[in-house]
């Protein structure tokens, strides 16, 4: 973009046919004019992603749409509203917009003119909507004073919530002002930014998004109309109704909530015809430059250093709307085409939601670059983590400590019972499994317990107080044969006791038990 300008767009309330005008900043010559939407109305144009320019005609409920490259509307596009729209604003994105009519806020998606709610908060007009730099928030401004801030997504997709409590409540909601709201401005940072609004009862109030608090109150001489801040938010000029602009600094803000300012302490552009409203500011893209429309038909444009004027740009009626976009002059060549991103035409009730709505995607094809799942092998056992199966086998080493006394004992049983031989064998195993359970877990790794097997076959002259990670392991090895020695005499046991039981029992008959009469 080498040959990127800064382009002006210019709406006014002239009665000829023109309804927005594109100027370059610099040179003052036309880029581009928009015929055939009437008069915009004073907050009601926008762009989307330069493609196409929105304007709300003033007298009629109507939407007017042009290509950034055309001077004549769409052919068979007719945005048709349920009434005279007051204000308008779309998501930075333009999948959304919100409009202002009457003292309702309409809500619609754009790609396919569904209308997703109304909002009914205000008890009166609406009168200017913004939408913070992020989309997800919107603030809207009423006649009533009130300055309501919107969560997008619950408002766009009420939800039920117990107890009858309305999801579509605003997130907050601002009531200092006690005349109509005539402007407002939402800084960088979604709702981490400041919220700057003006109003006819001569305050300028700040806000803090994130908390919900009012920071400052300043309070001037004249009802105010129009408001702008620097990208820095340094510096904030408010066009006031005596034809002058006014600017304050916020980096040297007063320490109380509410400080009344002074005619001989106001710095103030002077210019614009005395006593017509100053009704909308716009700031270049470096700050340097201020531009100013007011109901006296003039265009100026300002230094901001010096507040010296540059030029001054006369017009056919009342300026309502300026914006400045950095564009490319050739974005404006008709053989340019545009991709339409929006619906034929709005939906004028609420659509129930259908059971369809949402998003298919179809997966023909693996992505090989992207994360895969590991695959197992499921030929292979998985009994546990290393040191799960470390600690097991030390504990199986470990089972025949303090055993002897449990064998005895056992075996003493055995021989008193003779009826019942599984008895005793299952006994004899609860005792292995016992003695397994007193033994306590020791924490070895996979590494010091084979060095120290390692060692310990290789040196059989090692001393016997070696240890491998605070273990026995000569200890360890002496177990281990002892209870193959204990396995060994539990054996010959078992079988002594099975085959003279045998021989007993082919000696003495059965018992008959007696047969009971019934």
Known sequence: MGDAVEGLFISTASEDNTTCTVQDLRTGTDLMRYKGGGCAQHHGLAT???NYVFAANSAKPLLHVWPINKQEQMAGLRFV???????????????FLVAGIQEIIYLWHLNSGRMLNTLSKHYQAVTCLRFTDNGEHFISGGKDGAVLVWDLTFSAAPLDMAGGKDS?????????????VTDLYAGIGGLRSYLYTVSLDRCCKVYDLCGGILLLSVVFPVALHSVIVNKMETKVYVGSGDGKVFTFHMDKAPRMKEYHLEEEEIQAFVGHTAGKAITCLALNLSATSLVSGGEDNQVCVWDVDSRQLIKSLPQNG????????????????????????????????????DELDGIDLLVDEEYHEGRKTPEMDFTQSYPGTDAEIIRKLIADMNTGKDEEGEAEKGESEVEEDRSEPEVAESEAEEEVESGADEIPDVEVSREDFETALADSNDDD??????????????????????LKEESKRMFEIMFKFISSDGAASSGKPKRKKPRQNQ
Request: net charge positive; no cysteine; glycine share 4%.
């Open 461 to 482: 002259d090692t001393p016997s107080n070696s240890k491998a990670n605070g273990v026995d392991v000569q200890k360890l090895l002496a177990e281990n044969a002892r």
């Open 81 to 95: 509203v349920p009434g005279k729209v007051n204000a308008l604003a779309l998501t930075p994105d333009g999948n």
């Open 318 to 353: 009342s300026v309502t709307n300026l914006r400045i976009y950095l564009l490319s002059p050739s974005i404006f060549l008709p053989e340019h085409k545009q991709p339409q991103l929006f619906a034929d035409s709005l939906k004028r009730m609420i659509s129930p939601r």
């Open 168 to 180: 579509t409540e605003p997130l907050y909601s601002f009531n200092d002002h006690g005349l109509a």
């Open 48 to 50: 989307i992603r330069l």
